[in-house]
């Protein structure tokens, strides 16, 4: 008896907290187009609960139009309630980028390495898309997606992640004349 109480709690447990996730992405960068200035991938939490990204959580990307994506990105760490969590490409040119560390290095060619005309979406812990910014398989050159020497920031009054684009959630800086340009 006492076991399966136990058990029912860390489920209700682990289930609320899911519950109570909100992870979704604020920002997208790519820098002079350039995967030397430190391209990332922020991440907001406006959930009420620390989240253990290690428990399933990813980035994924789909590049140059392709239908299917890349592999997924396993983040790790706790990002906490209220708090940011960035995901960068490579961990020092990142630091000599913005002067202070990144929360997580996945590398180049993934998810944080995007040259701006890519699709990126974050994946939680049960395999479903949470937030997605673009369009998967279309070329993200020229459309409202573009953000090629810029940024995609999250619209200030978003709080929360969209598992379908929406071009009205995002600001877009690019170097074809989008927002504020490069």
Not at 99 to 115: E, L, R, V
Request: proline share 1%; aromatic share 8%.
């Amino acid at each position: 008896m006492l076991n399966r109480l136990i058990i029912k709690f860390l489920t209700l447990s682990v289930v609320s907290s899911f519950l109570l996730a909100d992870v979704f992405m604020t920002e997208l960068t790519d820098p002079q187009n350039s995967s030397d200035a430190g391209r990332y991938v922020e991440l907001y939490n406006n959930g009420d609960s620390s989240v253990d990204l290690s428990t399933g959580w990813a980035l994924q990307r789909w590049t140059n139009g392709n239908a299917d994506s890349q592999s997924a990105e396993t983040l790790t760490g706790i990002i906490a309630a209220g708090g940011f969590y960035i995901v960068c490409n490579n961990a020092d040119k990142f630091l000599a980028t913005y002067g202070f560390d990144a929360d997580q290095d996945i590398g180049t060619g993934g998810a944080a390495d995007s040259n701006g005309d890519d699709q990126i979406a974050l994946v939680d812990a049960s395999g479903a898309i949470v937030d997605m910014f673009g369009v998967a398989g279309e070329d993200g050159t020229g459309t409202a997606h573009e953000f090629e020497d810029g940024r995609a920031e999250r619209v200030a009054a978003v709080t929360s992640g969209n598992p379908t684009w929406d071009a009205a959630e995002w600001n877009i800086d690019n170097d074809s004349g989008g927002g504020d340009g490069e």
